[in-house]
Structures are given as structure tokens and as C-alpha cells.
């Protein structure tokens, strides 16, 4: 029987001053290659790391203590982006070089091309490092994790469905039968209230006040959970085309837009029934940017709505509403449409050239 081949590791730690000889620590013998060089790049690392510094894994964990504070909405999903960073470098000192953290954003799993990392992990290990330094925690003149993160326009080039296609994608509803009234009324609503998709999962109609013309926001859907929606509590204004587009659903029901079988809608659900109105409408809008770009498109530049009305509805702050009319209000659709408009009707003289008459 032929004997399995194994891999021994081993960690060169210097010469005996005595006999001048080289010294290795044993790490111990594996079944792959792979195994050896990670168990001697770990145990490289905890004899370099100084008595003071604590390693990867429990240095995530502080952070994201701190983090709960400070952003208690976003701690889930920043403490899931440093869950591959934690469990691939437990164990390590935190002050990795800047060669192995490149080296380790930039591996690739073994059955796929794609980057192993996704950019929003290297985003919060940057952010990570950064909190290090700022707090001398980490002894380090610059940040290892710095700019692997690529950064990307997002959704600012997007731009939102015109009025055109904003029908189209109302009229695309009726492909899910007499359960596309509901899914219509839920696009319309969402559009001029600026509500997510997750809040209006949640939306009952004790939350809505006709009279006064308001909406109790309390609640989400998130993750599977109730929880406050993302903006916090907050009572925003019933406009009168979101108030309209519920005129024809049955109120007897608890959620104001329930799922096909009368429960609450949830995410998965939801995406079924909107991929069905996508394909009748022959459309590729996601719902939520669908709406909200449409909504803040119309209400900047079709009712010239202040920054500040429009923060107030969507849940943004007003220090950040410039910016995000400007990824998401798209003024420019539709501009070229009123120039037109403004001189067919006025149509000024035009000068008499020198030397000749104006054409």
C-alpha cells in the first residue's frame, strides 16, 4: 500500500546564540499543503503579534460592541460584512501588513471567478482599521484595508421610470389577475409616499389617519421580523393620489396591502408577484428604486416641493437631502421637454444680422 504523502510545517525562529545552529518550532504535520501554510501563517503571526495586541477575531468583537452604540440599525449587517474576516484570521494579531490583506480580498474561491471577498466586506474592514487607528489600538501608520474597497456610482445614474413607464408598470399589475389591484395600489401608494417596501409589508390601517390626512410609520418587515423601520417612528403625510390608490381595497382586512392569501406580505412573496408585473410590463425596474425615484422625480420637479418637504416624507435628513435629490430626483428627465414647451410659447424676435436678415 502506498504510504499518503503529508506536509510537515515548521517556522524558522533564529540561531542558537551558543552554537550558531538554526532553530525551527515544530507546528505539526498535515494532509495538504493548504492546511500546513495556514496553520504556519497563523502561528507566524502569534509570535510577531506584540503582548499588547489583540487578535482579529476578538478586535471585531470590540468593534462591534462600540458599533451596536453608535449604529444600532446597521450592526447587523456590518457585524455579518467582518464574520469572513473574523473567522479567517482568528487567532491573528490585528496588525496584518498590507500584503496579506490585499492577497486575502483579492483569492478567489475554488469553484467560482468572482472575487471571494464582496466589496461591501472590504468596506467595513476598512472602516474597521480606520476605528483601530483613531482609537491607538493598533500602532500602525496606515490603514492595510485602504481603498480595496472599489467604489461605484450605485444608483445615481439610474434613472427613474418616466410617466410612460410608470403606467406601463401599473398596467403590467393586471397580469396577477384580481390579486393585481392590490399589488397596483401598493406601487402607486408607495410612490407618493416615499414608504419601503419592507414598511408597507407592515402597514395596517389603523396606522392611517383619513381625516387628517397622515400615516403612523411604526413598523417593518425586516429580516423575517417586526422591527421600527429604518428611519425610526415617524408620521408622514397621506397625499391625495396615495390616498386614492387605496379607494378600491377591501378594508376589512388588518395589513393594507396583504399578502395573495391574506396574511402579511412578506419579501419573497412580494418579489414573485413584482417579477410577474416586470415581465407584463416588459420593464426592468426593481419596486423600491422604481417608486422612490419616480416619487422624488415628481415631486421636485412637478410640484417644485422644497428639499425640506421631501426630506420630511422620505425619513432623510436635511443635512443629506441635496445629496440625495441628486442621486434620486433626476432632474434633468424631462427638462429638455419643458425648454421646448417655454419657447413654442414664446417665440421672441430674433435681431437682424449685419449685413443681412435674420433667417
Same mark, same amino acid.
Given at each position: ?13 533564529? +540561531? ?26 497563523? +502561528? ?38 467582518? /464574520?469572513?474576516?473574523?473567522? &479567517? ?14 492577497? @486575502? ?30 482609537? &491607538? ?8 484595508? +485602504? ?19 410608470? &403606467?406601463?408598470?401599473? &398596467? ?11 399589488? /397596483? ?57 396615495? /390616498? ?10 388588518? %395589513? ?36 422612490? %425615484? ?5 415631486? @421636485? ?14 425619513? @432623510?435628513?436635511? /443635512? ?9 430626483? %433626476? ?14 410659447? %414664446? ?13
Amino acid at each position: 500500500m502506498a504510504k499518503r504523502k503529508t506536509w510537515i510545517g515548521r517556522i524558522y525562529t533564529g +540561531r542558537d546564540p551558543e552554537t550558531g545552529k538554526q532553530r525551527f518550532e515544530w507546528v505539526g504535520r498535515f494532509d495538504t499543503k493548504r492546511e500546513r501554510d495556514a496553520a504556519v501563517a497563523k +502561528r507566524r503571526g502569534e509570535l510577531s503579534a506584540g503582548p499588547d495586541l489583540p487578535t482579529c477575531d476578538e478586535y471585531v468583537a470590540t468593534y462591534m460592541r462600540e458599533y451596536r452604540v453608535r449604529n444600532p440599525k446597521s450592526a447587523t449587517t456590518q457585524g455579518q460584512r467582518l /464574520r469572513r474576516f473574523a473567522d &479567517d484570521f482568528a487567532g491573528r494579531s490585528l496588525d496584518l501588513s498590507r500584503a496579506e490583506v490585499k492577497a @486575502w480580498a483579492a483569492a478567489t474561491g475554488r469553484w467560482s471567478r468572482r472575487p471571494r471577498v464582496p466589496n461591501g466586506d472590504l468596506a467595513a474592514l476598512c472602516s474597521l482599521y480606520n476605528y483601530a487607528i483613531d482609537e &491607538d489600538d493598533l500602532p500602525l501608520p496606515r490603514n492595510p484595508a +485602504r481603498k480595496l474597497a472599489t467604489s461605484t456610482k450605485g444608483r445615481a445614474d439610474m434613472s427613474p421610470p418616466t410617466p410612460a413607464e410608470f &403606467d406601463k408598470l401599473l &398596467d403590467g399589475c393586471a397580469a396577477l389577475g384580481d390579486y393585481g389591484a392590490t399589488i /397596483r395600489a401598493m406601487f402607486e401608494f408607495a410612490a407618493f409616499t416615499l414608504m419601503r417596501p419592507g414598511e408597507l409589508y407592515e402597514l395596517e390601517w389603523t396606522d392611517i389617519d383619513f381625516k387628517r390626512m397622515r400615516i403612523a410609520k411604526a413598523r417593518r418587515v425586516y429580516r423575517g421580523e417586526v422591527a421600527e423601520p429604518k428611519t425610526g417612528p415617524k408620521v408622514i403625510a397621506l397625499t391625495p393620489p396615495a /390616498r386614492d390608490a387605496l379607494l378600491n381595497l377591501d378594508r376589512s382586512t388588518q %395589513h393594507v396591502f396583504p399578502a395573495k392569501r391574506g396574511g402579511r406580505m412578506s419579501a419573497s412573496g412580494f418579489s414573485g408577484y413584482w417579477g410577474k408585473v416586470q415581465a407584463a410590463a416588459g420593464l426592468d425596474f426593481e419596486f423600491y428604486l422604481a417608486s422612490k %425615484h419616480y416619487g422624488v422625480w415628481f415631486m @421636485w420637479t412637478q410640484l417644485g416641493m422644497s428639499d425640506r418637504a421631501i426630506a420630511a416624507q422620505a425619513g @432623510w435628513s436635511l /443635512r443629506t437631502v441635496t445629496k440625495m435629490l441628486a442621486t434620486y430626483g %433626476h432632474g434633468d428627465i424631462g427638462a429638455l421637454d419643458e425648454v421646448d414647451a417655454a419657447f413654442a410659447e %414664446h417665440r421672441p424676435k430674433l435681431r437682424a444680422l449685419k449685413g443681412g436678415k435674420a433667417g
